[in-house]
């Protein structure tokens, strides 16, 4: 049985900068608000909001003294 390939962290496509990551979460929740009830497009912006927020927790803990 052949390995699956291992999927592309997309974390990795945003930007370290905590800054940055705020305007990219406005952004996103702007998209998802806009969207229709129950869409799709409704669905993958809340999961770039979650993908968004995770990364900068990631960044917040990282700093010194963490902002958590």
């Known amino acids: 049985m052949p390995a ?3 999927a592309q ?3 990795h496509s945003l930007p370290d900068d905590r ?3 705020l305007a990219l979460h406005r ?7 806009n969207a229709p009830l129950l869409s799709r497009e409704r ?5 770039e909001i979650e993908r968004i927020e995770v990364h900068v927790a990631r960044i917040e803990r990282a700093m010194d ?3 958590v």
């Open 43 to 47: 669905a993958e912006a809340a999961f």
């Open 9 to 11: 962290s997309k974390a």
């Open 4 to 6: 699956r390939p291992k």
């Open 19 to 21: 800054a940055a990551l």
């Open 27 to 33: 952004a996103a929740r702007r998209k998802r608000d």
């Open 65 to 67: 003294p963490p902002l």
